[in-house]
């Protein structure tokens, strides 16, 4: 894992520029840095000069041979990857006898593209990646994303030429970088959470969508899939079905065992994680697992399942307890590392997580994806609870159930407040379209609530309904599971979960990999039936039924928990301090992105105890933070005066 960077531009590309760009992605790789500037060339009637930069994480080889920017052989290409190719050893033989300099998988990949071509040598990969490929002969810019879209790439496109980098915060630093909010982002953003590819908070960057190649040659660039989930089979489920998913991913964590480094396992005790752990065990023998603990929230406490589970496979153990002391420590710091606005409150215990596992391994194993593949989480039950809602009489419905939930308090803290919250939810959904129910399940904000917190978002305020719209038509699966499985391997997976993943653990050089979303095994898990990811009230039965002897009891018994942060508590306790301060009416009235009145209102009836906002406040809080850090005040500040109250 590194980061990466790169500059094509008129003229001459500059060292202090391709520095900038690497010293913002210092922390992805803090074993080296390299810059590379190619020899100036003609096109399109001008003089361009192209420049990589790249910072190291050292996996595979990490003598200084295995540096970057690297050149192949002939001289004829560069590459920058972020990333791993975990199948490089039979790379290599397919290679033949050809010579390598070095013991890694960027060397591997290199040749590869020299000898197939950029789309031929993607097609042979088995890996997370970006990555940049520089073709001096042919004058063109190659980036790459991988399938599942693991790893991140920004990029920039101007008459001028092209900018890219892992992360935002490195395209940001440029001189005359353009900073202009895009509002449809800013609009998707308070749906999901997260700003869905290909577009950012920054209206001249876009994201690099999952298994895209991005071509620049002669001033001119085109972006094309190199890779797609195959469509759903007409007939889904196949004899010895078992036998292939088992071999499938047992193969997926003997290749990303493979390393140089120390390895170990995030281990929370659920089936994810547990399955990923028990094969590695397997495969390479006890290893360091780590996992999160919540001692002052025991609702969301998994440290006695993580803590079984440890000792049923005899794995060297670390725990985290996090508290809200420490809490109050790492979210400002937090707050101000992230480039782009990303709501999910997690992301503070996975950074933790992250520096800790660091001092021990510098790779680490997740459960990460199964939950999109088999049906894991509880969103996914709720065209079951819709039917159940609906066969309820319309008057016992309408003047009884209706009002009475309206009533009772949601808490996210408590049992009964979370059975609230999901209740709302549903009831909300009953009368929806298809597009409109997975968008309510998922959004933080409705369209209403929306259009109080920022007016001047205009027609833009439907961004998220239009995306959910377009995934859906593009994604068609077998029934309506299959679907929403399909558009959360478009959409959340890739922007939440992986990007969330991603920021928290490359923040402390620590390397996660993620074998439920080897390209096998999620082609393989998606062609399997409904009935094998969701029967009744019970998710990921195929896995249950792969993996179950393989699970301790109270494992295999145990609900879906998710891994989630008690973000309430700690906006109503630690955190407190940090909402008045960044969500006041003055910084607020200042900034003016958003209404003062409709944020005030939000905060004062979380705190107060009339409402669990948690997720609301959290996500103004880091929107806050990044527009007054990046994007500074507004030209037209909002209106003071809205009245209608955004609390519904």
């Known amino acids: ?207 690099l969508p999952p298994a895209s190649l ?76 780590f996992s999160v603990r919540f001692p002052e929230s025991p609702l969301l406490d998994e440290g006695e399942y993580a803590r079984a589970v440890a000792r049923s496979l005899g794995t060297r153990h670390h725990e985290v307890p996090l508290v809200a002391q420490d809490v109050l420590r790492a979210a400002p710091e937090l707050l101000d590392g992230i480039d782009e606005p990303f709501a999910d409150s997690s992301l503070l215990a996975v950074s933790l997580l992250s520096r800790f596992a660091r001092r021990i391994v510098t790779v680490a194993l997740s459960g990460d994806g199964a939950d999109e593949l088999f049906a894991g989480y509880r969103r996914y039950q709720a065209t079951r609870w819709l039917a159940r809602w609906q066969r309820v009489p319309t008057p016992l419905r309408v003047y009884v159930a209706e009002p009475m939930l309206r009533r009772m308090s949601e808490d996210r803290g408590t049992r009964r407040g979370e059975l609230v919250r999901r209740a709302r939810k549903v009831m909300a959904c009953a009368e929806l379209s298809p597009e409109a129910q997975a968008l309510a399940l998922a959004r933080i904000f409705g369209a209403e609530q929306k259009r109080l917190l920022v007016p001047w978002l205009g027609e833009a305020t439907e961004a998220g309904l239009h995306r959910m719209r377009d995934l859906r038509a593009t994604a068609r699966g077998r029934d309506e599971l299959d679907t929403r499985l399909r558009v959360d391997l478009l959409l959340g997976l890739p922007d939440d979960m992986l990007a969330k993943v991603d920021r928290a653990s490359m923040a402390h050089g620590l390397e996660v990999r993620v074998p439920f979303l080897d390209h096998r095994v999620v082609e393989y898990a998606s062609a399997l039936p409904s009935g094998l990811k969701l029967r009744g009230g019970r998710s990921k039965i195929a896995l249950l039924e792969v993996f179950g002897s393989e699970l301790p009891a109270r494992v295999r018994r145990r609900a879906k928990a998710g891994f989630d942060a008690p973000i309430g508590a700690w906006l109503r306790g630690p955190l407190r301090g940090l909402v008045r301060d960044t969500l006041a009416p003055g910084p607020v009235s200042r900034a003016g992105w958003l209404s003062t009145d409709a944020v005030q209102e939000l905060v004062d009836d979380h705190e107060g105890g009339r409402a669990d906002h948690a997720w609301r406040v959290w996500s103004l809080l880091v929107l806050q ?18 009245q209608p109250s955004v609390a519904a």
């Open 214 to 289: 991005f071509i620049w040659s002669e001033g001119r660039h085109r972006v094309s899939e190199w890779w797609s989930l195959p469509a759903a089979p007409e007939s889904a489920g196949q004899p010895g079905w078992r036998e292939g998913l088992y071999t499938r991913l047992s193969d997926a964590v003997r290749l990303q065992l493979r390393s140089d480094v120390p390895v170990g396992c995030f281990l929370s005790g659920g089936v994810d994680s547990t399955i990923v752990t028990a094969l590695a065990v397997r495969e390479g023998g006890p290893l360091d697992t």
């Open 1 to 207: 894992m590194c980061g990466i960077a790169g500059i094509v531009a008129w003229g001459t590309v500059e060292e202090a520029d391709l520095s900038a760009m690497a010293t913002a992605l210092a922390h992805r790789g803090p074993d080296g840095e390299g810059l590379a500037r190619c020899a100036p060339f003609q096109a399109a009637g001008e003089t361009w000069q192209v420049g990589l930069a790249h910072r190291r994480l050292a996996v595979f080889d990490p003598t200084p041979a295995g540096a970057q920017p690297m050149r192949s052989r002939s001289g004829r290409t560069w590459i920058v990857l972020n990333g791993e190719i975990y199948n490089h050893h039979e790379l290599r033989r397919y290679l033949g006898d050809f010579t390598f300099r070095t013991g890694t998988d960027t060397e591997v990949l290199l040749e590869l593209i020299e000898a197939l071509g950029i789309e031929g040598a993607l097609q042979r990969t088995n890996g997370i990646f970006a990555l940049a490929v520089w073709d001096d002969m042919e004058r063109r810019l190659c980036l790459a994303r991988d399938r599942l879209g693991i790893k991140p790439l920004f990029y920039s496109v101007s008459p001028s030429g092209v900018r890219f980098a892992s992360e935002l915060r490195a395209l940001l630093v440029g001189r005359g970088a353009s900073r202009t909010v895009d509002p449809h982002a800013l609009s998707e953003y308070l749906d999901f959470g997260f700003v869905p590819a290909p577009r950012t908070i920054v209206q001249d960057v876009s994201k």
């Open 625 to 642: 933070r990044w527009l007054e850090r990046w994007a500074g005040p507004r030209v037209a500040p909002c209106p003071a005066d809205v």
